[in-house]
Every structure is written in structure tokens, then in C-alpha cells.
Nanobody, 125 residues
Framework: QVQLVESGGGSVQAGGSLRLSCAASGLPFSRYGMGWFRQAPGKEREFVAAISENGGYTNYLDSVKGRFTISRDNAKNTMYLQMKSLRPEDTAVYYC??????????????????WGQGTQVTVSS
């Protein structure tokens, strides 16, 4: 049974930082592309960042470039999202996702791959 469990969410003031983690089990983690998505109230889920199987490739939503960093530790079956200079518009539920093909991560839908349950990030002004 595949499980993706996010942690690290919380409430911070604008300009603050948070580090999200996604612990994976039940799948060959090092052979999966991984990604972070977010969904704000009343909005559709959107892609935030993705990382390739060995961590050599990454891509980001334009609005988070230079502020967010995605990484992974295959020895720990864990992916991270370091978020800095947070803005109120970053407020959302953040989800981690896994897909066997890195090139497909950014366009994943909830009907493909594997998804976590989400962790809330709230940024106040």
C-alpha cells in the first residue's frame, strides 16, 4: 500500500519560512518523480515544484522560483520543500505527489499517480 505523508505545515507571517516534508512508503521511491502541488480555497489545485528520480532535475511554478527549493533524500524515502519569503498568496493546502515518470509530474491530475492527504500552510500579512 502506497502512502505519502506530508508534514511541516503551519502558520507564519509574511516573509517567514517553512519546510515541508513528504515521507513515502510502499513504492520504489528512488524510481519515482516527485512533486508538490497546492490548492487555495476556491481555486484549482496547481503545480508548485517537481524533482526527478535522482534529484538531478527540478522545475518550479514561476511565482515560487527563487523562494522555494525542492529536494529529496532517497535513502530516507523523503522529499522536502523549503519555502522562504512566504507571501499571503502562498496560503494553501500543500500536497505531495509521486509519478513513475518525472516528465509527467507537473501535469498530474488527482486521477494519476499517488497523492498525500495534504498539509495546511497559512501566511498572514
Amino acid at each position: 500500500q502506497v502512502q505519502l505523508v506530508e508534514s511541516g505545515g503551519g502558520s507564519v507571517q509574511a516573509g517567514g519560512s517553512l519546510r515541508l516534508s513528504c515521507a513515502a512508503s510502499g513504492l520504489p521511491f528512488s524510481r519515482y518523480g516527485m512533486g508538490w502541488f497546492r490548492q487555495a480555497p476556491g481555486k484549482e489545485r496547481e503545480f508548485v515544484a517537481a524533482i526527478s528520480e535522482n534529484g538531478g532535475y527540478t522545475n518550479y511554478l514561476d511565482s515560487v522560483k527563487g523562494r522555494f527549493t525542492i529536494s529529496r533524500d532517497n535513502a530516507k524515502n523523503t522529499m522536502y520543500l523549503q519555502m522562504k519569503s512566504l507571501r499571503p498568496e502562498d496560503t494553501a493546502v500543500y500536497y505531495c505527489a509521486a509519478h513513475p515518470f518525472y516528465g509527467a509530474v507537473a501535469t498530474m491530475t488527482t486521477g494519476s499517480g499517488y497523492w498525500g492527504q495534504g498539509t495546511q500552510v497559512t501566511v498572514s500579512s
